[in-house]
């Protein structure tokens, strides 16, 4: 809502996009209550305590590449499969398959 607020009246872009809504939401839910949570409150201030610095880099390093971004496209691919009524046309493989692709053609992108 901030967003489109933000934007000009004129502005093509300035709609509601509910599936990025929920894609947001699912995927907020899934990362903070799942390996965010783990990673973030007891993982780091166990292994790396009152090192912010180290547990930055590392974190960016490891954690954001690997782990938050995949799992945030893997999600992309199945809202988009759920808002065309195709989640269960595809195999799990090639959700995946298609998940890496796209982390991987975004993985540049991402570290600018």
């Known amino acids: ?3 489109i607020r933000s934007m000009p009246e004129d502005d093509p872009r300035r709609h ?3 599936r990025r809504t929920a894609l947001f939401a699912v995927f907020g839910f899934v990362y903070a209550s799942g390996p ?3 990673i973030y409150n007891k993982l780091y201030p166990k ?3 009152g090192r912010p610095f180290l547990t ?3 974190d960016n390093l490891t954690n954001t590449p690997f782990l ?3 799992l945030y496209y893997g999600l992309a691919e199945i809202i ?3 808002a065309k009524n195709e989640l269960f046309t595809r195999s799990a493989s090639g959700m995946l398959s298609s998940a890496f692709t796209v982390w991987a053609s975004n993985f540049p992108e991402d570290f600018k």
């Open 80 to 82: 988009k499969d759920v």
């Open 1 to 3: 809502a901030c967003e």
């Open 68 to 70: 938050y971004m995949p």
């Open 47 to 49: 292994l790396l305590p």
């Open 56 to 58: 930055a880099l590392i």
């Open 36 to 38: 965010g949570g783990l």
């Open 16 to 18: 509601w996009d509910p």
